[in-house]
T-cell receptor, first 111, second 113 residues
C-alpha cells in the first residue's frame, strides 16, 4: 500500500460542476501539499496545509489530521482546470524535505 | 524573483551513456531536491542538497549522483543509463524549514533508447 493514496484516479466533469479530489496518507506529516501538473510537466504549488482549510479563488483545500485525510475542491469548474492534481506529504519523520507523492488525479472538464 | 529553471527541456540518450541535468533554484532558496516521474506515476524522491551537501536520499542506486553549487543551483548526473531511466526529472527548491513551500521547475524529459 502506498503511503499516499488519491481518489479518484480519473475524473471527468462538465463545466460548472463542483469537483472533489481526495487524498489519504498513512504516515505522520508536517505538511500536505496540493499540486497541479499540466501536460508539459511543470508543477505548480496550489496549497500547503498543516491544519484546517485554505481557499484561493475557486479552489478550497481541507485537511483532517486525525483522520489522515485531505480534500481538494474546485467550485464552478472550467475547462482550463483540466490537469493532473497531485497530493504530496512531507513526513514528520525526516529532518529533510522529502515529499512523498500520490499517483495523481487526472481531471478533464468539458465545456 | 526568478522561479526554478531546468535544462535541457528534452533529451534523448542511448543506453549506457551518461547524462547531466541542471536546475537553478529560486532566488533565496538554499535547498534543492530532485524527483523522477515515470509516465502515469507520481514523482519519486531521488535526493536533496542543502548548502552543497546531500542530506537525504531516496531508493535510487549510486549511479544517480548530484552536485550543488555555491549559488545553490544543482546538477543531477545519471551514469550507465538504462531504458527504465526514461522519465520526467523534476527539481524543486525550497528553504529547509518545514513551514516553507516548494517551487518546482518544468522538468527535463529524458528518453533512453
Amino acid at each position: 500500500k502506498n503511503e499516499v493514496e488519491q481518489s479518484p484516479q480519473n475524473l471527468t466533469a462538465q463545466e460548472g460542476e463542483f469537483i472533489t479530489i481526495n487524498c489519504s496518507y498513512s504516515v505522520g506529516i508536517s505538511a500536505l501539499h496540493w499540486l497541479q501538473q499540466h501536460p508539459g510537466g511543470g508543477i505548480v504549488s496550489l496549497f500547503m496545509l498543516s491544519s484546517g482549510k485554505k481557499k484561493h479563488g475557486r479552489l478550497i483545500a481541507t485537511i483532517n489530521i486525525q483522520e489522515k485525510h485531505s480534500s481538494l475542491h474546485i467550485t464552478a469548474s472550467h475547462p482550463r482546470d483540466s490537469a493532473v492534481y497531485i497530493c504530496a506529504v512531507r513526513s514528520s519523520g525526516t529532518s529533510y524535505g522529502k515529499l512523498t507523492f500520490g499517483q495523481g488525479t487526472i481531471l478533464t472538464v468539458h465545456p | 524573483e526568478t522561479g526554478v529553471t531546468q535544462s535541457p527541456t528534452h533529451l534523448i540518450k542511448t543506453r549506457g551513456q551518461q547524462v547531466t541535468l541542471r536546475c537553478s533554484s529560486q532566488s533565496g532558496h538554499n535547498t534543492v531536491s530532485w524527483y523522477q516521474q515515470a509516465l502515469g506515476q507520481g514523482p519519486q524522491f531521488i535526493f536533496q542538497y542543502y548548502r552543497e551537501e546531500e542530506n537525504g536520499r531516496g531508493n535510487f542506486p549510486p549511479r544517480f549522483s548530484g552536485l550543488q553549487f555555491p549559488n545553490y543551483s544543482s546538477e543531477l548526473n545519471v551514469n550507465a543509463l538504462e531504458l527504465d531511466d526514461s522519465a520526467l526529472y523534476l527539481c524543486a527548491s525550497s528553504l529547509p524549514a518545514q513551514a516553507n513551500g516548494y517551487t518546482f521547475g518544468s522538468g527535463t524529459r529524458l528518453t533512453v533508447v
